[in-house]
């Protein structure tokens, strides 16, 4: 059983960047996906999530508007696309699979946003 986020890179500001939570050993179809990041010498914060049904998303306040979370069953991945960058983006992004008492949590993918 794995969570694996991937996408990161280093990005200038203004651009948009797509990460990946690509799930293994198991199906995300009945699990609700969160994304969290965290910031170097920061607490983790909650970025946005998505219930396994999509009718609900929820997004931080420091990136509502920006990013938009979806997620695609067939292909067992959650992505969270992330628009009009800033350097305070700039975090490592992690995601998480919550399934009643089942919760997953995947490595980490790093982003730069700095120009």
């Known amino acids: 059983v794995q969570l694996q986020a991937s996408g990161g890179g280093l990005a200038q500001p203004g651009v948009s960047l797509r990460l990946s939570c690509l799930a293994s050993g198991f199906s995300l179809e009945s699990y609700a996906i969160g994304w969290f990041r965290q910031a170097p010498g920061k607490g983790r914060e909650a970025v946005s999530c998505?219930?396994?049904?999509?009718?609900?998303?929820y997004y931080s306040d420091s990136v509502k508007g920006r990013f938009i979370i979806s997620r695609d069953n067939a292909k067992n991945t959650v992505y969270p696309q992330m628009n009009s960058l800033k350097p305070e983006d700039t975090a490592v992004y992690f995601c998480n699979a919550v399934f009643a008492f089942n919760i997953y949590w995947g490595q980490g993918t790093l982003v730069t946003v700095s120009s």
């Open positions: 998505i219930t396994s049904n999509e009718e609900t998303t």
